[in-house]
C-alpha cells in the first residue's frame, strides 16, 4: 500500500509493502499516482519506505514477470517514469528520504527526488544489469546529471552498489544522517523546506523562470507579512 500524510505545508509519501521490501508492482504505481493527485498544493514533498530495510527495493519481480512482450514492458516503463517525472516535476521540493536500501527500480525513485537524505546504513545502487537489464525510470539520465556522464555509466552498467558515505561523496545523497536520529532529522528538514521561499526557490533553479520571473517570485516574498514578521526579529535580535 502506499499512504499520504499531509500537514503543515508537507506531504509524506510512505510505499508500505514489507513483503516485498517496498517494491514497486503495478498497483503500487496506481496508488503513487492517487497519492501524488492528493498531494497537490502541499509546499514540499517527501517520499520514503516503510520500515527500515528498504526504501525501494526496485520493481517487484513477481508482479512483473506476466511482462513478456516488447509492446507491454514500453508501457510498464513508460507508466512508472511518468510518476518519476511527477515527482521530479512537484511544484516544491521533494526529499527521498532514503530509510533503507534503495536498489534498481529504488535507486531511480531516488534520483528523482530533488533531495535525498539517507540513514548511515543504507545502501544504494543502480542494479538493473544484474538483471540484464538498464534503468528504464528515468533514472540514467538524472543520474549522469548528478554524477556525470562517465561516472554514471560506470556505476550503471557494473550496477555497483554504494554505502551511504560513498553515496554522499560523489554527490548522489546529498545529507547522511545516524540511524537513531534519522527520522527526526529528515523530519526537521522537510519542515524547513516546506516553505513559499524554497518552493519559489526551485522554480527559479529550475530554469524555467525569466529574470524578470525571477525577480517577481523574490518580490512577492519580500512584501508579505512572512518576510516582515522575521526581518522584525532579526533587527531587534540582541537589543
Do not use: Y
Not at 511518468?82 to 530509510?99: E, K
Not at 539517507?118 to 538498464?134: E, N, P, Y
Not at 554505502?163 to 532529522?185: K, M, N, Q
Amino acid at each position: 500500500m502506499v499512504g499520504l500524510e499531509v500537514g503543515e505545508g508537507l506531504a509524506v509519501i510512505t510505499i508500505d509493502r514489507p513483503r516485498a521490501r517496498n517494491a514497486i508492482a503495478p498497483a503500487t504505481m496506481d496508488e503513487l499516482d492517487r497519492a501524488l493527485d492528493e498531494a497537490e498544493g502541499a509546499r514540499a514533498l517527501v517520499i520514503r519506505g516503510a520500515g527500515d530495510r528498504a526504501f525501494v527495493s526496485g520493481g517487484d519481480l513477481k508482479e512483473l514477470a506476466s511482462i513478456r512482450t516488447e509492446d507491454a514492458a514500453v508501457a510498464m516503463a513508460m507508466r512508472m517514469r511518468g510518476i518519476c517525472d511527477r515527482l521530479a516535476g512537484f511544484p516544491g521540493p521533494v526529499i527521498a528520504a532514503l530509510n533503507g536500501h534503495a536498489l534498481g527500480g529504488g535507486a531511480e525513485v531516488a534520483v528523482a527526488a530533488d533531495i535525498r537524505v539517507a540513514a548511515a546504513d543504507i545502501k544504494i545502487g543502480f542494479t538493473q544489469s544484474k538483471l540484464a537489464i538498464m534503468p528504464a525510470w528515468g533514472g540514467a539520465e538524472r543520474l549522469a546529471a548528478l554524477v556525470g556522464r562517465g561516472r554514471a555509466l560506470l556505476l550503471a552498467g557494473t550496477g555497483t552498489v554504494l554505502d551511504a558515505a560513498e553515496a554522499e561523496r560523489i554527490g548522489l545523497v546529498d545529507r547522511v544522517l545516524p540511524r537513531e536520529s534519522f527520522e527526526a532529522g529528515w523530519r526537521s528538514l522537510a519542515g524547513s523546506l516546506a516553505g513559499r521561499p524554497a518552493q519559489a526557490t526551485k522554480h527559479v533553479m529550475s530554469g524555467a523562470a525569466t529574470a524578470e520571473e525571477a525577480a517577481r517570485a523574490f518580490a512577492r516574498l519580500w512584501v508579505a507579512d512572512e518576510h516582515w514578521a522575521a526581518a522584525e526579529r532579526a533587527m531587534n535580535r540582541g537589543k
